[in-house]
């Protein structure tokens, strides 16, 4: 099997050779932040090597997305269809190149077009994921696509990456956030990790952040006003909002001593772990564009994909900032809109939610759509109470099946991985599933919804540190 810098020179030869015969590089890429960060990478490399280049995002790619190419163009799959290898090569012979960082069966990652960081010895769950990836090959392609790391390090935050002590990027993430920093295009440092830390007002900036969910607080901002003066933190100073990123070392202290105190119970510990950490920022934004702290760029990629604005997503990747940087924000608020509408419907719906062991499964059927699922999974996972469970949500989805999305929380010891559980219980019931060992998704028929919750229970919902049932 060839080492990782054969692949990355493979990409890099096969891109080249493109720009120099005319041949069109069509880049297929996943909806979500690290897909269109990837898919924004790999697009402005290629036209940078002079390369015709288009792009899309995809909420799946399997063999019916692989018999619709065209034979005539270089097909780079991006974050989604690494499993597809045998249906491409079915379909377009030898063009194609899959750049992915979710883990599949050693088999499907053995063609040299296949370009996965767990074929190297790589956690691709937790030390690069498909934006990193997609980095390194563009790298290979030009050393001068080196300014691109900044969007690399926003695709590892938007995939939970920040798994590191202190929330902070490791392995070849760090990496790179290391040379974005030597580039001075992202400054790294400690904070308090508010969403628009840098940008929004301290009430503002509190509702909206949703890692962690703090009941009673998140998209509540008459709540968060009076906890910032209960804690005696003034909001203004003078005329002028104060912003998290300014507040004394002291103050901060307090602010999360204060939210740590509200969590109450169990939920203290898990604030403060979510609250403070690593903070990554994008020195080459304007200083009160939304765009400037990398997890809020994070959170606007994810939301142009998931409200069907994937384009505007990869050309802010790509440098744009004009109109479509004016559309991402809407799509932010839309997106914004839509978490807090499915979080209070299933908060006021207690039926919906059901536990057994570590597990806790919520029925979103009717609430939330199948593009949110990873959303909502991902909010719910990251609340307080939460700590130490696997969260799994399931909606409605296209052509008379369920989308499951799963989460491990922080501090879950459960020995299950959620990739191999999920592909192993939805292929058993004629789906699709897989991911990492920490988050993982799956569609199955809805005539197996009764079959696939069986299975997924009896080898998830076990005593914490177990492993699996047989």
């Known amino acids: 099997m060839a080492g990782l810098a054969e692949s990355l020179s493979l990409f890099a030869s096969r891109v080249s050779e493109c720009a120099e015969s005319g041949r069109a590089v069509s880049v297929t890429t996943h909806m979500d932040c690290d897909g269109i960060a990837a898919g924004g990478i790999v697009a402005k490399a290629a036209i940078r090597a002079g390369a015709r280049c288009s792009a899309r995002a995809v909420r799946e790619f399997g063999a019916a997305e692989a018999r619709a190419l065209s034979p005539d163009a270089l097909h780079i799959i991006v974050d989604v269809g690494g499993a597809a290898a045998a249906e491409l090569d079915a379909a377009v012979g030898e063009g194609w190149i899959i750049i992915d960082h979710h883990e599949v069966r050693e088999g499907e990652m053995a063609p040299e077009r296949v370009i996965n960081p767990w074929k190297h010895g790589i956690d691709g769950g937790t030390e690069v994921c498909s934006g990193g990836m997609a980095y390194l090959a563009a790298v290979e392609l030009d050393s001068r696509n080196a300014d691109l790391s900044p969007i690399a390090v926003v695709a590892a935050l938007g995939d939970r990456q920040d798994q590191g002590e202190g929330r902070s990027l490791v392995g070849r993430n760090a990496e790179i956030a290391a040379k974005a920093a030597e580039l001075k295009l992202l400054g790294v440092g400690d904070d308090i990790l508010l969403a628009g830390r840098e940008t929004r007002a301290l009430a503002d900036a509190l509702a909206f952040t949703t890692r962690p969910f703090m009941e009673g607080l998140t998209w509540n901002r008459d709540a968060c006003a009076s906890l910032l003066e209960g804690a005696g933190i003034e909001a203004r100073d003078g005329g002028r909002w104060r912003v998290a990123a300014e507040l004394s070392d002291d103050e901060k202290g307090r602010l999360v001593d204060a939210i740590a105190a509200h969590a109450g119970g169990a939920g203290p510990d898990a604030v403060r772990a979510e609250l403070v950490g690593s903070a990554y920022t994008l020195l080459g934004e304007g200083s009160k564009g939304v765009l400037r702290d990398a997890r809020e760029f994070a959170t606007v990629l994810n939301s142009c994909g998931r409200v069907g604005r994937a384009g505007a997503g990869m050309a802010l990747c790509m440098g744009d900032r004009t109109r479509m940087a004016s559309e991402a924000e809407e799509a932010l608020s839309e997106y914004r809109r839509a978490i807090r509408d499915c979080m209070e419907r299933i908060s006021s719906e207690r039926w919906r939610t059901t536990e057994a062991g570590p597990c806790v499964m919520v029925n979103a059927e009717g609430v939330v759509a199948e593009s949110m699922t990873g959303t909502i999974s991902s909010v719910i996972a990251g609340a307080p109470s939460s700590a130490g469970k696997i969260v799994m949500v399931r909606a409605a989805a296209e052509g008379g099946r369920v989308k499951f999305s799963s989460r491990k929380?922080?501090?879950?010891?459960?020995?299950?991985?959620?990739?191999?559980?999920?592909?192993?219980?939805?292929?058993?019931?004629?789906?699709?599933?897989?991911?990492?060992?920490?988050?993982?998704?799956?569609?199955?028929s809805k005539g197996s919804l009764g079959g696939f919750l069986d299975h997924i229970e009896k080898n998830v919902a076990v005593v914490q540190g177990a492993g699996p049932h047989s």
Not at 411 to 437: D, K, P, W
């Open 409 to 444: 929380a922080r501090g879950c010891g459960a020995g299950v991985n959620l990739s191999e559980v999920m592909r192993e219980a939805a292929e058993r019931f004629g789906g699709i599933g897989g991911g990492h060992e920490a988050a993982a998704g799956a569609r199955v």
